[in-house]
């Protein structure tokens, strides 16, 4: 009498079982199951541990396949069966049994899933999922001003666990993510902005983690012709760009050396990503690779530039000098962002 | 009373509902199990079609348990009995046992119906096992089922030494109607002084013949074991002098006038069950005789629902409560 999984793989699969997993789900949600009651469910029907990990709202639930409540998950084996929660989303819900799924295991699933996702919306709110949810929680997280339990509470809606390290980073755009460290498969934002990403911190540390994501921000760059550069910088790696970030504000003038780019740029259109491989590449030779141009044809175009910017990139100075000309371009592009979270623009 | 033919006033009676976890797996584990069990279904359910027979091997469980079948002398002028024993491997020297009696209405079963369960909380202790073979209603009514388990406990209260038993630490125990005939056994060592019990386990027990408690109406036609499947039961047992005025406390225990003087009880019952009413009533009685009992009623619960939905929050619940009060039995 005592496996369910058993009895419903005894029954018709076509017909019978799948029949019956439709109606153990269906009789959960009517009872108002909780979302425990609705993964063992998964566990026992399907005869193997199941498990639910939804980042967003901070949900872990992992029951063996004798119901038995089992939090000492490891990370998920990709080769699980699994099933998101939203049609595009990513799984949140696993089977910890290799493929191919049976017909019992699939209507399993997708009919756990469903469940879960109707509970969910019940019981937490649909809000979570949404950005703007997200960016009022992000924002307390990382005021230091808050109350600690006002951020750890923020920190538990956002599906951070206490004791794992996390960091800020920084979207172009004024936007906050919050990521624990090292990130669990959250999704990377839509198209890519420019990001800094704070160094990995206690949860409460978040506000230092998010000021220095902001300093990074400022020396990213679009990665175009006209904006050469990475588009996410680490601040752990900034190391003294970091001083200089601070030394320049809205009102600082730029140097002549940064004056003297911004003329080369106008001079032709391939100038600036020329310059910028030379100072971020170990040698020329790589750096005409990288830019898909023969090794003359660089040297050509180095003398050019040279002209226009009144300094030799050849050696090791002239290099230091443009890596510090071009970083200061950047951050007078970016002009630097307030402090605090809740004065960033837009 | 006699078969109550529901009066009007109960005809609205609204019943407990069932827990969420197990209204949604009653309909996969109970589909072979009706509601309502009829007389001549009977035969059919004692060929072994619902219940489950464990092999040795499951008995065994992966070598903790050392297994064995004796025969031993039934109730004077009667048949002999079987018990299976089973102990832990390995262990010398005396250890407690549970005299296990086991379920199914008085009509089905054998000393395997249900055992895994206990042989579980038996590892988890260290136990010893004694699970006895008795006849079965209605070729063997009664009193034919209580004193077979009387029997063999009394074997086994004077045997303890051979099979490595400390006789002082013997507690009788079972599910439903094993657990009535539990309660029953503990009935017949008090009046008879017969082996000193250390406790008596009743899970949801099958103790009253009169089927007419508030409980028993409100799950007519509902969950596991309704009253249509009591009256069969008790029918089997007792022929026409059900729920008449000579029913033998040894036949239905909720019939004992005196409750006093009797081993420390455990009784444990669903909300949503027949033997709900009779099963609370029999603890407090026991507290109102002096004596002690620990009863434990699951919200939600249909019969025998730890045992067919083992998995469910409750059931897990259900089953810890009865593993720690052994656990603090056996400590003294």
Not at chain 2, 43 to 50: C, D, E, F, K, T
Not at chain 2, 105 to 115: L, P, S
């Amino acid at each position: 009498m005592k496996e369910l999984a058993g009895r419903l793989t005894a029954l018709d699969p076509d017909a019978g079982a799948a029949v019956r997993v439709i109606a153990y789900f269906d009789r959960l949600l009517e009872t108002r199951a909780g979302l425990e009651a609705l993964v063992r469910g998964a566990a026992v029907l399907a005869g193997c541990p199941a498990r639910l990990a939804d980042e967003k709202r901070g949900v872990h639930i992992k029951v063996d396949a004798d119901g038995r409540r089992a939090d000492d998950e490891g990370p998920a084996d990709p080769a699980w069966l699994s099933a998101p929660l939203t049609p595009d989303g990513p799984p949140a819900l696993w089977l910890e049994r290799e493929g191919p799924a049976g017909v019992v295991d699939a209507m399993v699933l997708e009919r756990a899933a469903a469940s879960i996702r109707a509970v969910l919306d019940r019981t937490r709110g649909s809000a979570p999922a949404d950005a703007a949810g997200d960016q009022a929680l992000a924002e307390v997280l990382l005021d230091a001003s808050a109350s600690e339990t006002a951020r750890l509470h923020a920190a538990r809606r956002l599906g951070l666990r206490p004791g794992v390290p996390a960091r800020a980073v920084a979207l172009a755009g004024g936007q906050a993510l919050i990521q624990s460290v090292p990130p669990s498969g959250a999704a990377p934002p839509p198209g890519d902005p420019r990001a800094g990403v704070g160094p990995a911190v206690p949860l409460l540390g978040l506000p230092a983690s998010w000021s220095a994501a902001l300093v990074a921000l400022r020396l990213t760059a679009e990665g175009t012709e006209q904006d050469p550069g990475p588009r996410v910088v680490h601040a752990d790696q900034m190391g003294g760009l970091a001083v200089l970030a601070a030394a320049i504000g809205p009102g600082s003038d730029p140097i002549p050396d940064v004056h003297a780019l911004d003329r080369a740029a106008a001079a032709a259109p391939w100038m600036l990503a020329t310059l910028d491989a030379v100072a971020s590449q170990s040698s020329l030779r790589t750096a005409a690779t990288a830019l898909h141009m023969h090794h003359s044809t660089l040297q050509d175009r180095l003398a050019h530039a040279e002209q226009v910017l009144g300094w030799s990139v050849h050696g090791p100075q002239g290099r230091l000098r443009l890596q510090l000309a071009l970083a200061l371009r950047r951050l007078h592009h970016h002009a630097p962002a307030a402090a605090a979270v809740s004065d960033r623009p837009g | 009373m006699t078969t109550p033919s529901s009066p009007p006033h109960h005809d609205r009676l609204s019943p407990p509902p069932f827990d969420s976890e197990l209204a949604a797996a009653l309909a996969i584990v109970a589909e072979n199990i009706p509601s309502s069990l009829l007389p001549e279904m009977i035969p059919g359910l004692q060929s072994g079609a619902v219940l489950m027979r464990p092999s040795d091997d499951d008995l065994r469980r992966g070598g903790a348990f050392e297994i064995e079948e004796r025969t031993v002398p039934g109730p004077e002028g009667a048949p002999d009995i079987s018990l299976l024993i089973c102990r832990p491997a390995g262990v010398t020297g005396p250890i407690p046992a549970l005299y296990n009696i086991h379920g199914g209405g008085m009509v089905m079963g054998d000393n395997r119906t249900g055992i895994e369960a206990t042989l579980e909380t038996a590892q988890e202790l260290g136990l010893a096992v004694v699970s006895v073979e008795y006849r079965l209603a209605p070729e063997h009514p009664h009193p034919a089922p209580v004193e077979d388990c009387y029997a063999g406990l009394v074997w086994t209260a004077e045997h303890a030494e051979e099979i490595g038993v400390d006789r002082e630490r013997i507690i009788v125990g079972g599910s439903s109607a094993g657990g009535g005939l539990s309660a029953a056994v503990a009935l017949l060592a008090r009046d008879r002084g017969g082996p000193a019990l250390a406790g008596q386990l009743l899970a949801c027990p099958m103790l009253d013949d009169r089927n007419d408690t508030v409980s028993s109406l409100q799950m007519a036609g509902l969950g596991v074991w309704d009253r249509t499947s009591n009256d069969t039961g008790w029918t089997a047992l007792l022929g026409e002098r059900r729920g008449g005025p000579d029913v033998s406390p040894y036949a239905a225990p909720a019939r004992a006038e005196d409750l006093s003087g009797l081993p420390p009880a455990f009784v444990d019952v669903g909300s949503a069950e027949t033997f709900r009413d009779e099963d609370v009533a029999y603890a407090t009685r026991i507290w109102q005789a002096g004596g002690q009992a620990e009863l434990h009623v699951w919200p939600g619960g249909f019969h025998g629902f730890d045992i067919m939905v083992p998995q469910a929050a409750i059931s897990q619940a259900a089953r810890a409560a009865r593993t720690d009060w052994l656990r603090r039995l056996l400590a003294r």
